[in-house]
T-cell receptor, first 114, second 118 residues
Framework: SQTIHQWPATLVQPVGSPLSLECTVE??????LYWYRQAAGRGLQLLFY??????ISSEVPQNLSASRPQDRQFILSSKKLLLSDSGFYLC?????????????FGQGTRLTVV | AQTVTQSQPEMSVQEAETVTLSCTYD???????LFWYKQPPSRQMILVIR??????QNATENRFSVNFQKAAKSFSLKISDSQLGDTAMYFC???????????????FGQGTILTVHP
């Protein structure tokens, strides 16, 4: 069966420090991968998505970047964090050619920038 | 671009009663999926129910059912026999049924916090 792992679960970082959040998927190949952010416990906003290795699309301009160095690995990064980067970050994957389309989510990372 | 609107920031219901959460959306697409996701205090996103736009029959999953009105672009969730474990934030979400890079992207509503009281 397929599983998605996301870490760390919580992170407290000072303003101006770098960031690296990692997401990996097991049990499938060539998944579509997504990073969402949930601010202040409300709706989720799509930040980045990837349909293959090295292919990254950004949905909103921001201080963050994403990379996909391997088929089942998706990384969210920042060189210098801002206070406004605080939030809950969720990685998700969607299987291709599935009869029961849905997005599967990781357990999330709560990022607090201080 | 698609938009999803949940007009009820918070709802409450007594245990064993029925509650309906509202969702409206706007799209020019004809082929798409609609979802309700549940986010309990653990923050894990859990799929509650899925509806394919081409299906006229409303989806049901045990105590959960939807009222899908395609022409009105409305997609409400009914929870019957509410249980304490249903307490969570509920998100309505839209996904185009399209190939290529558009596939799989979700547009979420702002969420409704549901509290089930004993």
């Amino acid at each position: 069966s397929q599983t998605i792992h996301q870490w760390p679960a919580t992170l407290v970082q000072p303003v101006g420090s770098p960031l690296s959040l990692e997401c990996t998927v097991e049990g499938t190949s060539n998944p579509n991968l997504y990073w969402y952010r949930q601010a202040a416990g409300r709706g989720l906003q799509l930040l980045f998505y990837s349909v293959g290795i090295g292919q990254i699309s950004s949905e909103v301009p921001q201080n963050l970047s994403a990379s996909r160095p391997q088929d089942r690995q998706f990384i969210l990064s920042s060189k210098k964090l801002l206070l406004s980067d605080s939030g809950f970050y969720l990685c998700a994957w969607v299987p291709l050619l599935s009869l029961n389309t849905e997005a599967f989510f990781g357990q999330g990372t709560r990022l607090t920038v201080v | 671009a698609q938009t999803v609107t949940q007009s009820q920031p918070e709802m409450s219901v007594q245990e064993a009663e029925t509650v309906t959460l509202s969702c409206t959306y706007d799209t020019s697409e004809n082929n798409y999926y609609l979802f309700w996701y549940k986010q309990p205090p653990s923050r894990q996103m859990i799929l509650v129910i899925r509806q394919e736009a081409y299906k006229q029959q409303n989806a049901t999953e045990n105590r959960f059912s939807v009222n899908f009105q395609k022409a009105a672009k409305s997609f409400s969730l009914k929870i019957s026999d509410s249980q304490l474990g249903d307490t969570a934030m509920y998100f309505c979400a839209f996904m185009k049924n399209a190939g290529g890079t558009s596939y799989g992207k979700l547009t979420f509503g702002q969420g409704t916090i549901l509290t089930v009281h004993p």
